[in-house]
């Protein structure tokens, strides 16, 4: 097993190397492999570092920012502040949150592993197991830097690793689906983040003392309720109205009054962004809607829910018209019918309160009409006071369903809480108004309580430690804190008496109180009090505020309107008189009888935020600040002009800061002589003693100074960045040596046991295939000796009747012939051979022989062509004809019968015309010897269908008729003459005809064949005698030689010599 564990000095995974297969990445942890977060300090100028703290130069903002770009480029986007961790968007799915890493990251040290939202969650939730303390998590950021996707991990998270209640996981179940409904009433398209969070959320998950989770409950601030009523150019309205309108059913829509298009109505057309590429709000729907289900939302309730958005929708298409006297009139009435159905209110009483305003004086009720921007007005107030209680009610339904069943039992008392902060981050644009007052507002008292809550924990560590504790100076934002809510001289208490006070005030009279009362503080700041130079930035109408983050610019146009939130009197009563079971709980009749007047929203935030730094305090703080890296929401991309803005607003310089006052490292001695205890040879390989002692003498071999370090009680605590360091590099130098030397008696100890398992399996198998051998041995020779005996029995009584001593042997004896039968079986027709069959088979051999002979001759028979049939017929005829009685014949058995002897071309077409139609079945040249003189001349022999033909050049010098053919003849020597007998039936016939032919035996079989005169064939010895003319008759003497000779005798016969052949 030759396998390489190599160290990326990312610290975020090893890899492994086979030999044979590529190199595959295994993340850290798995397989019981840890990589300390040390290991990415060897790599430190690629990957940057992954505490801040770490860094050489930590003042300066610009080294923050290269080191934040160097991590962004190596995807690894999560970077410590100490226990802070800061996490930037990358715009796309790293696949760093599955089911794998939550694994990985359970049960482990905070620092034993690299930077993770995981490492902060888990680290979380087992203080709040082991110390019983209640925990909370506190995210911020801009918008779009990843705030509410960082809460949906966690609480998946949570949901994945934490122990299932004994109830089941209903509550698990709802708190996971509790974040879609609320981004879809609270979430919006903006420039900025296409899933924007328009509101602050702080969500409270209860656990038992098991550790599961049974409860929780959220609290809602400040919803951006005017995106209701108005868009920024390329901004949407909330998610829920584009979702009922493309993913509602037809019946639902048509219920409600509703459109697909959202171009239909005025609140979803102001941003002109209805659609989003990256949003698809009919699947959202889908979610909604199951999400609704799971919080225990009845089907009623889901129904007047889904009318109050439509209300919302309606609302903003009502038009008013001026009548003649300038006063608002309702011009849309199917919208105002509509809406009293939805609403479940008077149309009368409606129109009204839309058209005119209830003002009691002396105890007397007056309607004043409205004119056509106050009706506007009072539509848009009612359109948002429906829409945000309408928000409110919904936060305090999920509540009713997360709050846990069991709050009279014992185990309800022992359980913790853990919070989770989903918070807008600073805020500064180019226009600022009311809502970034108060959520710069809110980050400056979060910013307090975190500088606050940091510096405890440092200085409760030091105490813990017995390390004096040196004070740290920082910038404390308690005076801008001051400026804002103080009582009486607080620009909200400022706000609040100019919005209170009789007569007319304005945004401007509200900012010549504030010049009168606060001008002389140094984070204030006005066009009428700055200096001249600086007034060319300021606005008449806007004040400069000196926030922690930087000076942000606020115009007061819309202070007072927003810090009221109006809504008529006539409106409200109309609302509190509805039959929709929401609207009744949004608008109680209480609020009608109440004389007082309702508190500002600037005040009621500020109270709000009050109690969430209460709840806050109360809890052990953990932090994720959010940044994100670029507006176009590209990945890979990193704009240092927006990531340095987010930095100064985040505070994160200052955290630095206030980190790096005292020491930038600390860590348990266990943990830190386990990692650096090879450096020394006193403490390697194992150190016998306290850790702290190991410490001790490990930093004296290493020669750290005193001013470098200090020894706590369980920790020891390093200065400068540049020790640890230097620390780590010489342990990156150790581990090479150490890496030889284990690899070495790796090598040796894994081969020993290789090579013993080896020698352990082979004794093994050699024993076992011994056993075997002899087995099979055994057996054979006890068969081999079995088979004998019965073989000689048998042998002995083979002649006997067949009996059980006597099967074997016979049976073999068979077996033995019919496979000596099978190897010497005849090989073709001719082929005469056959094995002697013992006694027993003879008969069987018999007929086994005339079956193979059958069988080659059926075969043989199937395998001859047409052609060769035909070839063998004829040499049928010819033996039949001529064996044994001609002497040649034995030289023309090998020899092949053609179908002619002349081609087409060496016939007279002369002669061809004259034959006609009648096919020539065989040609061959002879030589004609004439009655008379028996002259040789040469012809033509022509075989057709009916006839002999003879002719010479192209003509036919005589035909005889098959019919006419009486006999042939031929002598029984060598010689190639033979004789046609014709028969005469006049003086006009011809006589016998003389010929001869170079293949007479082919000549005459064909012939005779064709003139069906096989047996009118005459072999003659001696003489052949012949009609030679009318009245004459020609004889022919053979006689045998040494030569073929032919002549005409002196008798006047035709003398043939002819040698005679041995063959015959």
Known sequence: MALQVELIPTGEIIRVVHPHRPPCKLALGSDGVRVTMESALTARDRVGVQDFVLLENFT???????????????????????????????????????????????????????PHLFAVADTVYRALRTERRDQAVMISGESGAGKTEATKRLLQFYAETCPAPERGGAVRDRLLQSNPVLEAFGNAKTLRNDNSSRFGKYMDVQFDFKGAPVGGHILSYLLEKSRVVHQNHGERNFHIFYQLLEGGEEETLRRLGLERSPQSYLYLVKGQCAKVSSINDKNDWKVVRKALTVIDFTEDEVEELLSIVASVLHLGNIHFAADEESNAQVTTENQLKYLTRLLGVEGSTLREALTHRKIIANGEELLSPLNLEQAAYARDALAKAVYSRTFTWLVEKINRSLASKDAESPSWRSTTVLGLLDIYGFEVFQHNSFEQ??????????????????????????????????????????????????????????????????????????????????????????HKLADQRTRKSLGRGEFRLLHYAGEVTYNVTGFLDKNNDLLFRNLKETMCSSKNPIMSQCFDRSELSDKKRPETVATQFKMSLLQLVEILKSKEPAYVRCIKPNDAKQPGRFDEVLIRHQVKYLGLMENLRVRRAGFAYRRKYETFLQRYKSLCPETWPMWAGRPQDGVAVLVRHLGYKPEEYKMGRTKIFIRFPKTLFATEDALEVRRQSLATKIQAAWRGFHWR?????????????????????????????????????????????????????????????????????????????????????????????????????????????????????????????????????????????????????????????????????????????VVKYDRKGYKPRSRQLLLTSSAVVIVEDAKVK????????????????????????????????????????????????????SADRVNNVNINQGSITFAGGPGRDGVIDFTPGSELLITKAKNGHLAVVAPRLNSR
């Not at 105490?463 to 801008?480: D, L, R, S």
């Not at 016939?989 to 012939?1007: A, M, N, P, R």
């Open 60 to 114: 300066s903002e610009a080294a923050f920012i290269e080191n934040l770009r160097r991590r962004f480029r190596e995807n690894l986007i999560y970077t410590y502040i100490g226990p802070v961790l800061v996490s930037v968007n990358p715009y796309r799915d790293l696949q760093i949150y599955s089911r794998q890493h939550m694994e990985r990251y359970r049960g482990v040290s905070f620092y034993e592993v690299p």
């Open 437 to 526: 007052f108060c959520i710069n507002y809110c980050n400056e008292k979060l910013q307090q309580l975190f500088i606050e809550l940091t510096l405890k924990s440092e200085q409760e560590e030091y105490e813990a430690e017995g390390i004096a504790w040196e004070p740290v100076q920082y910038f404390n934002n308690k005076i801008i804190c001051d400026l804002v809510e103080e009582k009486f001289k607080g620009i909200i208490s400022i706000l609040d008496e100019e919005c209170l006070r009789p007569g007319e005030a304005t945004d401007l009279t509200f900012l010549e109180k504030l010049e009168d009362t606060v001008k002389h503080h140094p984070h204030f700041l006005t």
């Open 753 to 925: 046991q290789k090579f013993l398992r080896v020698k352990r399996s082979a004794i093994c198998i050699q024993s076992w295939w011994r056993g075997t051998l002899g087995r099979r041995k055994a057996a054979k020779r006890k068969w081999a000796a079995q088979t004998i005996r019965r073989f000689i029995h048998g042998f002995i009584l083979r002649h006997a009747p067949r009996c059980p001593e006597n099967a074997f042997f016979l049976d073999h004896v068979r077996t033995s012939f019919l496979l000596n039968l099978r190897r010497q079986l005849p090989r073709n027709i001719l082929d005469t051979s056959w094995p002697t069959p013992p006694p027993a088979l003879r008969e069987a051999s018999d007929l086994l022989r005339e079956l193979c002979m059958k069988n080659m001759v059926w075969k043989y028979c199937r395998s001859i062509s047409p052609e060769w049939k035909q070839q063998l017929q004829q040499k049928a005829v010819a033996s039949e004809i001529f064996k044994g009685k001609k002497d040649n014949y034995p030289q023309s058995v090998p020899r092949l019968f053609i179908s002619t002897r002349l081609g087409t071309d060496e016939i007279s077409p002369k002669v061809l015309q004259a034959l006609g139609s009648e096919p020539i079945q065989y040609a061959v040249p």
């Open 958 to 1009: 005589q035909r005889i008729d098959y019919t006419n053919l009486t006999g042939i003849s031929v002598s029984s020597l060598s010689d190639s003459l033979f004789v046609l007998h014709v028969q005469r039936e006049d003086n006009k016939q011809k006589g016998d005809v003389v010929l001869q032919s170079d293949h007479v035996i082919e000549t005459l079989t064909k012939t005779a064949l």
